[in-house]
């Protein structure tokens, strides 16, 4: 599973998660924050979902 937040240019900003996982439901908490640590500032951010069975991309907006 891997996990990734792109800004509204579609420049990854953040990987949430990158690894295996066991079938079943798992939690990921992304703190408005990127690679580095830094405080992004409010905005539309894209989070991607690419698994073993595809992938799916959510739109998100970061309110400060």
Known sequence: ???AVA????REVAL???RQCEA???EVVWEG???D???LPAGVYFLSL???DGRDTVKVLLVR
């Open 24 to 26: 079943g439901r798992h």
């Open 33 to 35: 924050r990127d690679g």
């Open 50 to 52: 690419r698994g073993d």
């Open 37 to 39: 640590g830094r405080a």
């Open 1 to 3: 599973m891997r996990i």
């Open 7 to 10: 800004d509204a240019r579609g």
């Open 16 to 18: 949430l998660a990158d």
